[in-house]
């Protein structure tokens, strides 16, 4: 059964936002989506965040369109999720502290996954339509 549309994380699913990974949806060059699976980190603000290379082809999709959507399935039930959408914020990650905040949740170092001369952002998904679904 879906619950009504809401801005805020409803208690009946906030525990899917200590799941592991999440769906990333931002809106391509040519207009269509494009989809990566994502590290996640809901965090001590309320707020939910990623930690993007800045190289990467979904960072330069949320710098031309901020657009986004972030799906969060229950591992135990795909009949029940979050759908998050809304617009990113881009905040600069030059001293990794957002992503050796993450990379802890994950037990891993994001820095590995970045080349010589490569950055990181943080993104902050400002919710502008949060929707709890159970289906089952």
């Known amino acids: ?29 040519d207009g269509l989506p494009q989809l990566t699976e994502v590290w996640f980190l809901f965090d001590d603000d309320g707020e939910l965040r990623l930690s993007l290379n800045t190289a990467r082809r979904k960072t330069q999709n949320l710098r031309r369109r901020p657009d986004c959507s972030l799906l969060i399935l229950d591992p135990e039930n795909p009949y029940r999720y979050l759908e998050v959408r809304g617009h990113a914020r881009l905040e600069d990650d030059g001293d990794y502290a957002f992503a050796r905040k993450l990379g802890a949740k994950y037990d891993a170092d994001l820095s590995v996954h970045d080349n010589p001369g490569e950055s990181r952002v943080v993104v902050t998904i400002r919710p502008s339509r949060i929707r709890a679904v159970n289906m089952g």
């Open 1 to 29: 059964m879906d619950n009504p549309v809401m801005t805020t994380f409803p208690e009946s699913h906030r525990d899917l936002l200590d799941t592991q990974f999440a769906t990333f949806a931002t809106v391509g060059a």
